[in-house]
Nanobody, 128 residues
């Protein structure tokens, strides 16, 4: 099993920046794709960025403002840390942000069903 713990959320004014982190532990040898999702109450969880050894991909809503990166991306490393650098934040970016890990290379659509491990989330609030 893989355990994921997010950190780095908080409150920021519009135009500001935050950096989220996700520490992955456990059987990370089975992790090929790591991603960030976000969710607001009453709406579905949305995939916004993902990374594997081949590429990273972004939802159009964050492309150019957010950057996903990962330490120890090699499959031989037991510990992996995922990051999300968020710049030029907007009020509509306010959400609970979740880290996710999946057992296959990242698909093109960042579907919830492609990920088998989830963190508990970290709240991001952007005020206007």
């Amino acid at each position: 099993q893989v355990q994921l713990v997010e950190s780095g959320g908080g409150s920021v004014q519009s135009g500001g920046s935050l950096r989220l982190s996700c520490a992955a532990s456990g059987d990370t040898s089975r992790v090929y794709c790591m991603a960030w999702f976000r969710q607001v109450p009453g709406k579905q969880r949305q995939g916004i960025a993902a990374i594997d050894r081949r590429r990273s991909r972004y939802d159009y809503s964050v492309h150019g403002r957010f950057t996903i990166s990962q330490d120890n991306i090699s499959q031989d490393s037991p510990e992996k840390t995922l990051y999300l650098e968020m710049n030029t934040l907007k009020p509509e970016d306010s959400a609970m942000y979740y880290c996710a890990a999946g057992p296959a290379y990242c698909g093109p659509y960042l579907r919830v069903s492609e990920f088998s491990a989830w963190g508990r989330g970290t709240q991001v609030t952007v005020s206007s």
